[in-house]
Antibody, heavy 117, light 109 residues
Framework: EVQLVESGGGLVQPGGSLRLSCAAS????????MHWVRQATGKGLEWVSA???????YYPGSVKGRFTISRENAKNSLYLQMNSLRAGDTAVYYC???????????WGQGTLVTVSS | EIVLTQSPATLSLSPGERATLSCRAS??????LAWYQQKPGQAPRLLIY???NRATGIPARFSGSGSGTDFTLTISSLEPEDFAVYYC???????????FGPGTKVDIK
């Protein structure tokens, strides 16, 4: 059974940093592209970043230069380093597996990040 | 940048009725479009990919159609568990871009 378990969320001050982790199990982690997607309370889904099996990374303009996605295949783990956090980054952050063709077929349950003073 | 719009924002229907949800892209995405369902407090679930292919385990009452810029998700007969928010997502220029639509809420009339 595919499982994705996020951790590392919490309360952080504006301008601060936070590192999210995602523990993957039930599939060959190294063979899949992975994503982070966020959702502010009561709002829609926003794609945050992705990393390919070769370590290639992708970001939307809203987080480029502030967020860094990485993976550690030996530990079946995905990470998101978030720097220079803003109030607008407050959201539930989901770790997600790419279906293999640019869609998401498995999602974690999410971890809440709150940016506030 | 391809922008997705969804209509209507809210669809109020009764169980057993047919639901028709629309997703429009600002430029052609070919057939590279997916639909997701999200219930309150839950992560999204992939329903349809490549415009018309049902994901594993998705009931046959869910169907997708369209290509280019106009897409439709149809739920042939609403079950109580189908009342949720539905998002479309395009991957035509993936990598590097990946985008969701704003969502359509299907609620009980």
């Amino acid at each position: 059974e595919v499982q994705l378990v996020e951790s590392g969320g919490g309360l952080v001050q504006p301008g601060g940093s936070l590192r999210l982790s995602c523990a993957a199990s039930g599939f060959t982690f190294s063979s899949y592209d992975m994503h982070w997607v966020r959702q502010a309370t009561g709002k829609g889904l926003e794609w945050v970043s992705a990393i390919g099996t070769a370590g290639d990374t992708y970001y939307p303009g809203s987080v480029k230069g502030r967020f860094t996605i990485s993976r550690e295949n030996a530990k079946n783990s995905l990470y998101l380093q978030m720097n220079s956090l803003r109030a607008g980054d407050t959201a539930v952050y989901y770790c997600a597996r790419d279906h293999g063709s640019g869609y998401i077929d498995y999602w974690g349950q999410g971890t809440l990040v709150t940016v506030s003073s | 940048e391809i922008v997705l719009t969804q209509s209507p924002a809210t669809l109020s229907l009764s169980p057993g009725e047919r639901a028709t949800l629309s997703c429009r892209a600002s430029q052609s995405v070919s057939s590279y479009l997916a639909w997701y369902q999200q219930k309150p407090g839950q992560a999204p679930r992939l329903l349809i990919y490549d415009a018309s292919n049902r994901a594993t385990g998705i009931p046959a009452r869910f169907s997708g159609s369209g290509s280019g810029t106009d897409f439709t998700l149809t739920i042939s007969s609403l079950e109580p568990e189908d009342f949720a928010v539905y998002y479309c997502q395009q991957r035509s220029n993936w990598p590097p871009a990946f985008a969701f639509g704003p969502g359509t809420k299907v609620d009980i009339k």
